[in-house]
């Protein structure tokens, strides 16, 4: 019985997870040793740059959520046996979309919101189901689709940013969204005097909310996966999507609509990553998109964060947390330490390794346990002849 | 008890106890293994065979226990070690690479040369040498993808041999065979046995063992029953060693009472993968309250016809109409929505989502409703009650399945689940594809038991089999594919194997009473005594006895014959007299029908095998002709 609630353990996601990131901070302090830095001292400046103020925590949070909402789409997809490594065209083009459809907009502050989450949702759900619709009709992966467009969202985002019509002069993007799609909390009262005053009275306040663009998003994740969740594990569609996932010919032959699913998987997982890019727009200065020379990895980071989340949706806004929380502390790092951010790059790229192994630790468990029985087994026989 | 360790026994595996976590798969099982014969280990799904020989072979380790090979004690930790001990297995799936040749896949491993460069030319004479040894005909420069399913299991074999096998472990051999590979794979055997080679086969084929078997050691749930020498045991006696109860091997039907006709298939063309029509003009009809068994050899179009009837295919000619309602090139769920419900063939591919809760599996065809899904919400309360209903109900095993993944069921319960699922549907039109593939004799039983209980309720059955008994055991009417479309349709009972085999070969046989004399005849009185009961009438009796005799002939309203071929003089007089006597129906067709039998059957028997041939004759001239010119037109 202890053996078995043992391996139960060992079998546990979260316990996994948990077992790859502390393996990943081990092999991070092997690494900081070999480069020359004091590695337990390294990973306590990385925490504490992490978490250790109000305000860094502040940040992590800022800095995760667009990450959480790339992570759920791809978690999304993958539940429905879609591998969406789009993620990353589609939070581009959601954020082009946001920008061009903010920075025009004038209207009452939630209706123009509204309009900006909806726009930059609805154009990364039709950018992915475009993707799905190649796949359900004509039979492309969707993993080769959906690269290619990376690439033509991501020139399609700076040609965008070029014209003349968006282009803001004398800066490389685009005019910024109108304040009356802000997103951020108390944006305009946190610089009146009024809310000087008071937040000089709440350190804590003023320490998250006067210094960082604290905005709407992470509640907004957290509603999102939630109902991610909810879609997926309780409702018919979800039932559908997850049946289509695990295995399209039985979903086929018990008459669900095999190719409708598939679309409408994608064009799920690209409005999560274009809600993120929205609320991204409309949440965090410069409120704009500039021309890039190379992809953010906004989309790509996501997928990590799938793989570490094990694909479910409340996993992925801790695992997008921590993603965050790593990309900042890593700053953190080498200002305090003079470690190379590369070392946070190394340190997330075992952490993902270490997931994508983990569902080795059971059956390491087992051959453990084996042997330390036959090895009690042969003491045993040993004492038996004697 | 155990034998005593000698070197009279190929091999002795004593005591052999393996656990996987709590869970015990074998307690103190022994086996012994005299040397140079065929020894078959059978059990029902998941009794423990295949994890037996997996410890023989290496592949696990034995938690205790010994092995002794030739009287010697064996330590085998690993399949090397099998192998270096002359222990060679073919699994149930092939282990060969597709897209190499036969000999390469031979040779892989050990191949002969120089450690750098592959001796192609030793390689191939060392496969040429055993092929010719063993009479294993195989083309040695095939490609794996290219030749059959019974070939590809004659290269695995010859890959043990080449590697010196002298003890040769078979996993379920016959499970992929057509009647004709499994009788050459019978033929192999028996030589193999002559060059002195020891055969250990896992089935749960009772019949399998009485062809090729000396001796059969049985396992019932991990812990060894007996071993019997097979000559002298009956099918019975095995199979109640087996299953721990009697079992009834002939299934137990009763006559049908079919009534409007539901499945009405109508001239249908289907094209297959190659654009090439495998369903051709074919006709059927299926009535409620019975049973129609299509019987074939596999690629007479079976695949392509269910494909249709389930709306994963579109057909390029016909109609199928259920309940009247054309079905044809719709989607699936349109047939479902009308009262269609399938078993469909592959359990694991078209049947389970594996990675769903079994709970989750039983609603796979009623998620969408407005009672398990009120306003797109599953009811996951109702689910659960649903299912557990579902599970006593079928007696799936383990009992507490219910949240776990069907993946983990075994066969048996997974079809079971499959089962009372489609018939939870209330079917109107009931589609049995192989329901009974992989499945012991007991799981087996309660499969037909559950057709014949469907039937019983209205519903009309189509069971789609390669299984011969099974469809003339359960079948209440027979119709024969052949090169996509219906040779022929038999009743209940109105024909033999030997005849039903030569008509799915596409010959046709004329249906002489005659061939009624083969001993399954002998249910007709029963038929007439329980019809002229109390609430069936004098012309009910009739019909039945009629239908069941003559049937071709009848001109029964309530079971109209389809399909009939020449009709004896004899048989006519027989169902006439049958309508018109009534009760004494039965008797007078089967005073008659002998008569008429013996000489003209004979000759005319010898007459068709000899259009068949000459039928065949044609086709392979034509075949050649088409060879040449494609040959000439490549030059």
Redesign the interface.
Known sequence: ?E??LM?KFFKNPFVLTVIAIILGFVVAGLILLLAGFPPVESIRTLIESMIGRPKDISSVVIRSTPIIFTGLGVAFAIKTGLFNIGAEGQYIIGCVVATMVGSMLDFPKPVAILMVLLSAMLVSALYAGFVGLLKARLGIHEVITSIMLNWIALYLSNWICGLQFFHKPGTIGMYPVNDCTYTMILPFWKRTEEGRAFMTKHPFLQETLGRTDVHAGIIVAIIAALVISHLLN???????L??VG??I?????????VNKSIVHAMMISGALCGLGAGLYITGQSPHTVSTLSAFENVGFNGLSVAFIAFSSPIGCLFAGLLFGGLLYGGAGLQSKVGAPTEIINIIIGIIVFFCALSYLIPQFVERLDSSRRSKKERKKMKGGEK | MAAEVSSEYAVQMHGITKRFGSFYALTDVQLDVKKGTIHSILGENGAGKSTLMNILYGLYQADEGEIFINGKKADIKNPTAAIANGIGMVHQHFMLVDNFTVTQNIVLGSEPGNGIFVNGRKARQGVLDIVSKYGLEVDPDALISDISVGMQQRVEILKALYRGAEILILDEPTAVLTEQEIDELLHIMKNLIEDGKTIIIITHKLKEIQASSDECTIIRRGQYIDTVPVKGITEDELAEKMVGRSVNLVVDTTPPHPGEVVLDIQGLYVKNEQKIDAVKDFNLQVRAGEIVGIAGIDGNGQTELMDAVNNLRKCSGGKILLCGEEIQNKDPKYGIDRGLATIPADRHKDGLVLTFSVYENTILKKYRTEEFSPGGQINRKKMKAFANELIREYDVRPEDCGPKQAGGLSGGNQQKVIIGREIANDPKLLIAIQPTRGLDVGAIENVHKMLIRERDKGVAVLLVSYELDEVMNVSDRIAVIYDGHIQQIFPHGTVDNRTLGRVMAGGEVENVPGMHSEGIYDKVPDTAEEASGPEAGPVRAAQEAAGEAAPEAAPAPAFPAEGSALVSAAAVTGAAAAGMTGVTGSETATAETPAAAAAPETIMEMQQSLNLMQENLKQMQKCLADMQKRLAQMQ
């Open positions: 019985m053996e078995s391996k309780r409702t018919r569609k979800g039932f559908e997850r049946a695990q295995n010919d039985a979903a086929r032959f018990v008459g669900i609509d």
